[in-house]
């Protein structure tokens, strides 16, 4: 039986989101598609290509979630943690190839003669527009509640399909605006369009590349560590911290200067002290490592003298 840690994991918090984004997508996506294809707009079908990728995607996201929840166990005494950013990973891959498949064809389309988008295409947008964004502002308030880096990537995958269906509306409403002429206009914002994924893919990539290669983490829990182990009693100074995030959760190893003259039972029982103090200051630091170190003095130093 899941004890009630298991059960309140973080990464099972996340998975209801990523399921109704899912069903979301999959209607925008038929909705985009058939909308583009009878609207005659190539760029409403590359935005249907991209809500399509993202079906794909965040199933992705949701087997990376289920496993990241999973317990340490023999063969992963560090959890499954990093199924987490592989999985944001995966988005950020398949960010890139749909942007590449929508360039192809938006040049492919421009040296093609067709006619101007019909007019209802620009209400399916606005529908669009309104679902991804409210479907974002949910999904990244649950990432930052949970610290979800897969989450919130999910949550950007949204906010990219908003504004590239933003940029269609505006190509679309050019082409109906100048008429002959500039049915390509289209085109160009599908063209656009891909621009805003290939950097939204690289800026969601980044991180999940830095967690995967233990990158020092940049939200200040390392000085919140350091701050903590040097306000325990006995410490005298601290000599090297380094943190790594594992999924949802945190490593600590520390090198803590003690006095050299004390017992090997008291510096054991201050290295304890600075372990729970570290836990204790923030939940999702599961582990600390502490390296007891003596503290010596040197010849420079004027209390030598």
Known sequence: MASEKDKGHPSKKGMPTILIGIVVNIILAIIKGTAGFLGNSYALIADAIEST?????SIGVYIGLKIASKPA????????????????????????????????????????????????????????????EILFKYVIKVGEATSSLAVKTDAWHHRSDAITS?????????????????????????????????????????????ELMDESPSNGIDTLVKETALSVKGVMALDKCYVRKVGFDYYVDLHVIVDGKISVSKGHRISHMVKESIRSSDSRIINVLIHIEPFLKRKSDPAHN
């Open 53 to 57: 990728s993202d079906i794909f995607t």
């Open 166 to 210: 933003a940029a269609v509306f505006i190509g679309i409403s050019i082409a109906l605006i100048g008429g002959k002429g500039y049915e390509s206009a289209d085109d160009f914002a599908a063209l656009f369009a891909s621009g805003i994924i290939f950097f939204n893919a690289y800026r969601l990539l980044k991180p999940a590349i830095g």
């Open 73 to 132: 166990d023999k063969n992963h005494p560090y959890g499954h943690g990093k199924a987490e950013p592989m999985a944001a990973g995966v988005v950020s891959l398949a960010l890139f190839i749909s942007a590449s498949v929508i360039i192809v064809q938006s040049i492919k389309e421009m040296f093609t003669p067709h006619h101007s988008p019909a007019q209802f295409t620009l209400w399916v947008l606005v529908i669009v527009i309104i679902s991804k």
